[in-house]
Every structure is written in C-alpha cells, then in structure tokens.
C-alpha cells in the first residue's frame, strides 16, 4: 500500500521559513521516477511548486524560484521542501505527490501517481 505523509505546515510570518517533509511508505523514493510538491488556497486551483526526480534533477515553479528548495533523501524515503521568505500568498494546504514517470505538464497536477492528505501552511 503506498502512502505519502507530509509534514512541517504551520503559521509563521511574512519572511519566515518552514521546511514540509514528505515521507513515502510501501515503496521507495529511488524506485520512483519523481516527487512533486503541490498547494491549493481556498477558491484557487492547485499548483506546482516543485518537483525532483530520482537523478535529482529539479523544476520549480516561477513564483518558488530562489525562495524554495526541494530536496531528497532516499535513506529516509523522504522529500523536503525547504521554504524561505515566505509571503501571504504562499499560504495554503501543501500536497507531495509521486510519479513512475516524469509528467510532461507536471505543475498542473496531471500525471501524478499517488497523493498525501496535504499540510497547511499559514504566512501572516
């Protein structure tokens, strides 16, 4: 049974850091092509933020470029999404997903394998 569990959400302020881990149980992070983080604000459509492949090769959304950072340790079975300078508009309930195969679009979300139940992130 796959499972992806993510944690590190919480509430900072405008500037602060938060660092989401996403943990991957019932198959192994170096036998999956790619990990992606995702977010949904209320009354918006998801988005990507990043994604990693098992070469460590690495994507990132525009509005992520030079404030965020997506790493991975397969020891751990675990992806991190390391957040700084963090703004309002980041806020929103933060999804890692997993894929076989690197998805073509794969910031609109399609393509994506398997999901977590998400960790909220909240910048005032």
Not at 9 to 23: D, I, P, R
Not at 44 to 69: L, N, Q
Request: hydrophobic share 35%; aromatic share 10%.
């Amino acid at each position: 049974h796959v499972q992806l569990v993510e944690s590190g959400g919480g509430s900072v302020q405008a500037g602060g850091s938060l660092k989401l881990s996403c943990e991957a149980s019932g198959f192994s992070f170096d036998r999956v092509h790619c990990v992606g983080w995702f977010r949904q604000a209320p009354g918006k459509e998801r988005e990507g933020v990043a994604a990693i492949d098992s070469h460590g090769g690495t994507a990132y959304a525009d509005s992520a470029t030079g404030r965020f950072t997506i790493s991975q340790d397969n020891a751990k079975n675990t992806v991190y999404l390391q957040m700084n300078s963090l703004k309002p508009e980041d806020t929103a309930m933060y999804y890692c997903a997993a894929a076989r195969r690197f998805p073509v679009n794969w910031s609109d979300g399609s393509g994506w394998d398997d999901w977590g139940q998400g960790t909220q992130v909240t910048v005032s």
